[in-house]
């Protein structure tokens, strides 16, 4: 019975996942994962790489995640069990891989610049 874990991030979100063989049972920020995310879609989008290799009811998970929104962490914490999987068992990775489970988006805000109301958006410009 060894644990696995993985970490995983995405925009300002950072999620930590601790596998153990078990039943199931998921855990976020000490919360059940259906109060924690009470959305459909952000549980499905979080769950991925379970889903991908049918390991769904097989794993007991317990996550932490800090920082970002409800989006940027679901998408932590798919990375993180995508991650814990890979650590548990080396002979997923072709399919995690494949389905691009094991790539963190790179993707940030990009800074506002002085001068400028947003980081592209500029100030109403006049020639006269």
């Known amino acids: 019975m060894k644990a696995a874990f993985g970490t995983g991030r995405r ?4 999620a930590q996942a601790k ?3 078990g039943n199931g049972v998921i855990i976020v920020n000490k919360l059940a994962l259906e109060l ?3 959305i459909e879609v952000y549980r499905t989008h979080a769950l991925a790489p379970l889903n991908t290799t049918n390991n769904q009811g097989k794993f007991d998970i317990n996550i ?3 920082g970002g929104g409800k989006s940027g962490q679901t998408g932590a914490i798919q990375l993180a069990i995508a991650r814990a999987l890979f ?5 997923l990775h072709k399919t995690l891989r494949e ?4 790539t963190r988006d790179p993707r940030m805000v ?3 610049k002085y001068g400028q109301k947003k980081a592209r958006k500029r100030f109403q410009f006049s020639k006269r």
């Open 99 to 102: 389905a691009g489970l094991l």
């Open 19 to 21: 596998l153990l063989p």
């Open 36 to 38: 924690y995310f009470p």
């Open 110 to 112: 990009e800074r506002k």
């Open 11 to 14: 925009k300002t979100a950072v």
């Open 87 to 91: 650590a548990y068992d080396t002979e």
């Open 64 to 66: 932490t995640v800090r």
